[in-house]
């Protein structure tokens, strides 16, 4: 009985460390994601964890998609000119957000003048 105990609590305490590792991983990515937000860099995608995605969400009016890979050992933020091969469509969709953006803001500094 008591090295089933043992078992449950090495299990326990290796799913906690994985949660934990988790944790670290998605405040330290987060951090990278709203510099770039902050500097008006594009973001394609917002990862915690690699390999096949077990979720894959955008939100109505967001360009990012926010995914959880299935091995929780890593994460990542593809941002706009990270890549040199990015696909052709990806990088055209930026710029055109890019562009339409820029141009917002220019009609608003006139209107503000």
Same mark, same amino acid.
């Given at each position: 009985m008591s090295q089933l105990l043992g078992i449950f609590q090495t299990v326990g305490y290796l799913a906690l460390a994985i949660l934990l590792l988790m944790?670290? $991983?998605?405040?330290?990515?987060?951090?990278?994601?709203?510099?770039? !937000?902050?500097?008006?860099?594009? @973001?394609?995608?917002?990862?915690?964890?690699?390999? !096949?995605? $077990?979720?894959?969400? !955008?939100? !109505?009016?967001?360009?990012?998609?926010? @995914?959880?890979?299935?091995?929780?050992?890593?994460?990542?933020?593809a941002m706009y000119g990270e890549d040199d091969d990015e696909s052709e469509k990806r990088k055209e969709k930026a710029k055109a957000k890019a562009e339409s953006l820029n141009e917002k803001e220019t009609l608003k500094n006139l209107n503000s003048a």
């Open positions: 944790l670290m $991983i998605t405040i330290h990515e987060f951090g990278h994601f709203i510099f770039a !937000k902050l500097f008006g860099v594009y @973001c394609f995608e917002f990862s915690i964890g690699f390999g !096949k995605k $077990i979720i894959r969400r !955008k939100k !109505k009016y967001s360009e990012t998609f926010f @995914c959880i890979g299935v091995v929780p050992l890593g994460g990542y933020v």
